[in-house]
C-alpha cells in the first residue's frame, strides 16, 4: 500500500493547487478594484466567484469520482481551471472576469477532496495524517509563494499578470493523466443505489461535528487570511501590492513548520486537542491583528495564523478521509469539500456585510469573537470529534 514518489508528488501539486484561484491573485485585487472602479465591498466578490461552484460540484465530483475512478475526472478539472484563467487574462469588464472566476471554480472544486481521496485509498491511520501533513506543506509554499508572485506579477503587468499562473494547471493535468495510478475498471451501479449504500455514513454523528465545524474554520480563514488582510493592510498602512503579497505569504513559514512536524504531533495529540489548540491560535491572531499599530507590529500575529490553520485543517481533513470505506470515500471527502466552500463562500460575503458597516477591524474582532465561540463548541463536542473513526456500524470494512 501506498504510492509511489513520483505519484505522491502530482497529488502534492494537485493539493498545492487548490491555493491558486484566490492566493495568487489577493494581492491584485485593490487594482482589479481600481481597474473596474468598484469598492473594496464589491470586490471581495471576485475572490468568492471562483468557490460558489463548489457548493453543489463538490458532492458531484465526489459521486463521479466513486462511479468512475479518481483520474478519470481530475485531469478534466485540472483543464478547465487553467484554460480559464488563460481567458480571464483577456477580460475587459467585470462581468466577463466574473463569468470566467465561474467556471474556473467548476474545475477548481475537485482539487482538494481528489487529493485527499487518492490519500485516503493508499494510506490509513497515523501515516495518513502524516501524509495529508506533507499534502498540507505543500499548500503552504504555495501559501508562501503565490502572494508574493501575484504581487510582483502585479507591479509588473498589472492587475492581468498573475491569472497567468494558472496555466501551470494544464501542465499539472497531463502529468496526473501519465502517473497517477490507473483507475479500476468499473461497471457503475445505479446512482440511488450508490446514494442510498453511502447515506448511513454520512448520517453519522460524527460526520455532522465535521461538517458543522469546516465551514467556521474555512470563513474566519478566508475572511481574515484571504480576503480582508490585504484590503486592511492597505487601508490601514498604505502597503504596495508587493508587500501586501509578501505578508500574506508569512503564514505558510509557521503552517509549513506544523505540517512537517504533524505526524509526531497526531501520534501524541488527539484530534480535539489540535483543533482547540488551532482555534486558540485563531482567537491570538485575529485579535493581534486588529491591534496592531503598525506593519513591524502585525508580522507575529500573522504568522500564528499560519499556525493555527493547520492544526484545525490537517486533522480534520484526515478524520474525513477515514469516515467511510473506499468505495464511498469520494462522497464522504465531498461532502466535507462542499462545507469547506460554504465557509470559503461565506467568508468574503460576511467581510462584505461588515465592511458595510464599519473598517476592517470590524471584521477582525468579529472573527476572533467566532472563533471563541467555535473554541467552546469544540469542547463540548469532544467525544465525537475523537471517537474511533471505524465504520462498522454502517456496514462498511
Known sequence: MGLRRSQLVVVWLIGAAVILPNASIAPAIPDIADAFGISDQTSVFILMTAHAPGLFMASVIGVAADRYGRRRIIVPCLLLFGLAGLVIMASTNLAMLLTFRFIQGLGSSGFLSLALVIIGDNYQGVERTRIIGQNALAMNLSVALLPAAGGLLT???????????????????????????PDERRTPQPLRHQLRQARPHLMRREVGVLLLVAPFTFLVFFAVGITTMPIHLENEFRASAGIRGVIQSLPAVTAGLIALSMGRIAARHSISTMVRAGYIGFVICL???????????IIAPVLVLGAAD??????????AASLAPEEHRAVMVAAWGTAIRIGQVSG?????????????????????????????FITLVRPYIDRDPEFRLCGGK
Open 155 to 181: 507591479e509588473l503587468f498589472g492587475w492581468r499578470g498573475p491569472f497567468a499562473m494558472h496555466a501551470a494547471t494544464i501542465v499539472l493535468a497531463l502529468f496526473a493523466a501519465t502517473l497517477l495510478p
Open 310 to 319: 493547520q492544526l484545525v485543517v490537517v486533522p480534520l481533513q484526515s478524520r
Open 348 to 376: 468574503p460575503a460576511v467581510v462584505a456585510g461588515l465592511l458595510a458597516v464599519g473598517d476592517t477591524r470590524l471584521v477582525l474582532w468579529a472573527g476572533a469573537a467566532l472563533s471563541a465561540v467555535m473554541l467552546i
Open 287 to 297: 485579535t493581534g491583528m486588529a491591534l496592531s499599530p503598525s506593519l513591524a507590529v
